[in-house]
């Protein structure tokens, strides 16, 4: 009985040492069998984007310039303290990004 308790005690006490050293030994099991696994995965992601630099050499136009093709219309300005034209017929509406 006396053994058990002290048994309990010492892994205990022993506990703070022994967790970070299974867990460095845990993790060194686990990079030894998937390497070969992360070499394949990282030369094809290498090929794969020499590939894409190979293809991609004369630029596409991306959605990004579209706005510069939007008419070009000078905005209605009002008189001092005046109202501006009433051409708007829409709704402006603002929509929260959490909803």
Known sequence: MIALLLTALLL???APFLVPQFGRTLGHIIRQRTEER?????????DEEKEYQARSKAPEPSEDDEWEKVEN???????????????????????????
């Open 12 to 14: 205990l006490a022993l």
């Open 73 to 99: 219309h000078p905005g209605r300005i009002a008189s001092n303290g005046g109202q501006g034209e009433d051409t708007w017929k829409g709704v402006v509406g603002f929509f929260h990004p959490f909803w």
């Open 38 to 46: 992360r070499q394949t995965l990282l030369a094809r992601a290498h």
